[in-house]
């Protein structure tokens, strides 16, 4: 009977390390997007313009992005609008 509860108390830490991973990864998510609005923003309030690419945001306003992790999609629909930010996570 030690063994099976030994296995269980195995399977229920791996469980929760998954778990803890997969909120780890879903907040880099998020704080990479809040970062890239608020450049956006910033720029916007310093320019009077929203960055008309990503690589804008990131040679003048020091956003980083990990390429291999995140795949960022920026859709700009006018100088004076707020562009669609969406970021995915790369899969391995």
């Known amino acids: 009977m030690a063994p099976a509860a030994g296995a269980l108390a195995l399977l229920c830490f ?3 390390l998954s778990n803890l991973t997969a909120g780890r990864d879903d907040k880099g998510k998020q704080q990479l997007e809040d ?3 608020r450049a956006a923003v910033a720029c916007y309030a310093a320019e009077g313009v929203y960055p008309p690419e990503l690589s804008y945001l990131e040679e003048r306003y020091g956003v980083q992005v990990d390429a291999e992790r995140f795949t960022v999609t920026y859709d700009i ?3 004076n609008l707020m562009p669609d930010i969406t970021v995915l996570e790369n899969k391995p």
Request: aromatic share 12%; charged share 10%.
């Open 77 to 79: 629909f006018g100088s």
């Open 14 to 16: 791996l469980t929760a």
């Open 35 to 37: 970062a890239l609005r």
